[in-house]
Each structure stands twice: as structure tokens, then as C-alpha cells.
């Protein structure tokens, strides 16, 4: 198993972001969250290592601001 790198390795993190964001122009709230599922449904199936993808969806949980 692969540990998650969570250090920039993306050359162009601004630019994915700029694409990123392009893509959900004028999508509904509903069809923004329909696109973000496929992609991780999209992206997880290109990595491929289940124990990865458990350690990323961890590591997305415990980052997460929690609600008071």
C-alpha cells in the first residue's frame, strides 16, 4: 500500500482549480454535487488501492470543520 501524499503535487494547483470551478459554472447546487460524486467515483476507480482511498477518506473526515 501507497501512503496518501498529502504535499502539492500538482504543477498547476491554481489552474486545476480555475478548471475546477469552470466545470460547475452554472450548475444547480444538486448537479454541482452530482459532478463531485462522479469525479470522486471517477478518480477513486483510477487509483485503484482501496486501502488508499480508505486512508484519504479518513484523513477528508478528520480535516473537516465539524458543526457546533
Same mark, same amino acid.
Given at each position: 500500500?501507497?501512503? *496518501?501524499? $498529502? !504535499?502539492?503535487? @500538482? &504543477?498547476?494547483? %491554481?489552474?486545476?482549480? /480555475?478548471?475546477?470551478? =469552470?466545470? !460547475? %459554472?452554472? $450548475?444547480?447546487? =444538486?448537479?454541482? %454535487? /452530482? $459532478?463531485?460524486?462522479? *469525479?470522486?467515483?471517477? @478518480?477513486?476507480? !483510477?487509483?485503484? %488501492?482501496? #486501502?488508499?482511498? =480508505?486512508? #484519504? $477518506? !479518513? &484523513? /477528508? *473526515?478528520?480535516? #473537516?470543520?465539524? /458543526?457546533?
Amino acid at each position: 500500500m501507497s501512503d *496518501l501524499n $498529502l !504535499h502539492r503535487n @500538482l &504543477t498547476d494547483p %491554481d489552474g486545476f482549480y /480555475a478548471n475546477l470551478m =469552470a466545470v !460547475h %459554472d452554472g $450548475l444547480s447546487k =444538486a448537479e454541482s %454535487d /452530482a $459532478l463531485n460524486a462522479r *469525479l470522486i467515483l471517477i @478518480l477513486a476507480n !483510477h487509483i485503484g %488501492d482501496e #486501502a488508499l482511498l =480508505a486512508q #484519504a $477518506l !479518513h &484523513t /477528508a *473526515l478528520d480535516i #473537516a470543520p465539524r /458543526a457546533e
